[in-house]
């Protein structure tokens, strides 16, 4: 393992050697004796901390020179950790080098007990800003659109995007819950023509039938009690724009049919009217659903489905992006710790352990949910296993494939999760971070019967 740079500038030959005699089993210790030698070692080295006496030559009585030193250190090499050398007559030097950016100060005559403690904390903030500094480097050359992946999948997924932004054909974006499709929507609309127009989302799921037709198309004054005015829909809003319609798997039948026509004929009719009125709006649709499944059993029109599926995204659950999921948990957590004004310094390595090795069925939310949940929970310095609420998680691989222990570990959660709701499927669902149609499909792959239904042997 590379051992961490460190660079005495002292003048005292025999306190340099003594220093670097003591701390060379633990650093890579390089040793100058003025300015000249200073500042070459620090270009020719690049420490990452330095030990800096004040008194240096041509003045050893005064401190200027080593200021100068600091002053230069500071502008050329910033990211450099500076330890001050001073007597303890002269803290007031001390307090001016810490004002000028020196990150601590240690009094002669040197405790090298001591020294070594001073050093390993000011090498561990170094580690600590050197990996943030890397976080965001990744995330500058990682991210698009807010949307955060190294992965290879991920990679494709933003070029594809790039291309369908470019056209105005629907799009039909497929994932389980969780998966970030509203995300990818949002990213389609800004990259494309229309990104000046108006983004406007609706969930197919969460508006009760009866309302989800006033909602997405409008309707005249007077058409139902209540109808106190014309309202305008979420079509008409989207006006030059994007209408992103999410769970478009749940939307009733009868809508299938009015938003055929819409794409056939970019007409719409409000409820009560009677005027086709033309409406210039992209449409995007995401599905957590199989729908050539639902074609089958007659949940779904065909015909919508060819009219929806002309471009198509799939996205990846957050499984079989193994290399994203500790850097979104880092993500995550430094957006959080800033939210919340909590100074953790990353994960313990169980965390970590349990972070890559689970199977998150609720995807990118479980973990945005479960991190952000850690923070503000956590009073130590590093997120545990306890934090995040995976403690309890047996993992068994032992003579079992991967796919084998993500099935095994989603079933037991599932199980679980159904007991701790009383047979409630659709708090299960939510405890669990996925909607209710996609706790259907994982039950009934996974072979765990419903509450209420006997499975023959």
């Known amino acids: 393992m590379r051992k961490q740079k460190l660079l005495i500038v ?3 030959e025999d306190l340099r050697t003594q220093m670097k005699w003591a701390l060379s089993a633990d650093y890579d210790v390089c040793l100058a004796e003025d300015r000249k030698s200073a500042l070459a070692a620090m270009n020719k080295e690049k420490p990452e901390v330095v030990t800096l006496d004040l008194g240096l030559p041509p003045q050893p009585a005064g401190v200027e020179e080593g200021f100068a030193i600091l002053d230069q250190i500071l502008d050329e090499y910033g990211n450099t950790k500076v330890i001050i050398i001073t007597g303890r007559g002269e803290k007031e030097h001390a307090l001016r080098a810490i004002e000028k950016g020196a990150c601590d100060f240690f009094y002669k005559p040197i405790e090298l007990d001591e020294l070594k403690i001073v050093l390993g904390r000011t090498f561990h903030i170094a580690q600590l800003e050197r990996e943030q500094r890397e976080l965001k480097q990744r995330l500058s050359d990682d991210t698009f659109e807010f949307m955060i992946g190294t992965s290879q999948v991920m990679q494709d997924i933003f070029s594809m995007i790039r291309k369908i932004a470019t056209t105005d054909a629907p799009v039909l974006i497929i994932g389980e819950s969780g998966t970030g499709k509203e995300l990818v929507a949002r990213a389609v609309h800004r990259q494309g023509l229309r990104a000046t127009g108006p983004f406007i989302p609706i969930n197919c799921s969460a508006i009760p039938e ?19 005015a014309q309202r305008k829909g979420r ?8 209408l992103f319609l999410d769970e478009i798997g749940e939307l009733p039948t009868m809508l299938q049919v009015k938003l055929l026509r819409f794409l056939q004929e970019k007409t719409i009719e409000r409820i009560g009217g009677r005027q086709q009125i033309e409406v210039d709006t992209r449409v995007l649709a995401a599905t957590n659903r199989n729908l050539e499944e639902a074609i089958k059993n007659g949940s779904f029109r065909e015909d919508l489905y060819y009219r929806l599926n002309v471009l198509r995204i799939n996205l ?3 499984r079989d992006r193994q290399t994203d999921i500790l850097l979104l948990a880092k993500t995550f957590l430094d957006r959080y710790c800033q939210e919340h004004r909590k100074k953790i310094k990353g994960f313990s390595d169980q965390a970590v352990n349990a972070i890559e090795g689970y199977a998150w069925p609720g995807n990118v939310r479980e973990l945005e949910n479960r991190v952000k949940r850690a923070v503000i929970m956590s009073d130590g310095k590093k ?12 993992i068994e691989t032992k003579r079992m494939t991967l796919k084998d222990a993500r099935e095994d570990v989603e079933k037991k959660l599932i199980i679980k999760a159904i007991a701790r709701n009383d047979n409630n499927l659709s708090k299960a669902a939510a405890d669990l971070g996925i909607s209710r149609p996609t706790l259907y499909d994982m039950m009934d792959k996974l072979e765990i019967p419903r509450p209420g239904e006997q499975r023959e042997d």
């Open 10 to 12: 002292d003048d005292d």
């Open 210 to 228: 009866n309302l989800i037709e006033s909602e997405l198309f409008g309707h005249e004054k007077g058409t139902f009690t209540g109808a106190h």
């Open 235 to 242: 079509f008409e809003m989207a006006e030059g724009g994007t």
């Open 316 to 318: 990846p659950p957050l």
């Open 383 to 394: 997120i545990s296993l306890e934090d995040l609420e995976m403690e309890s998680l047996d």
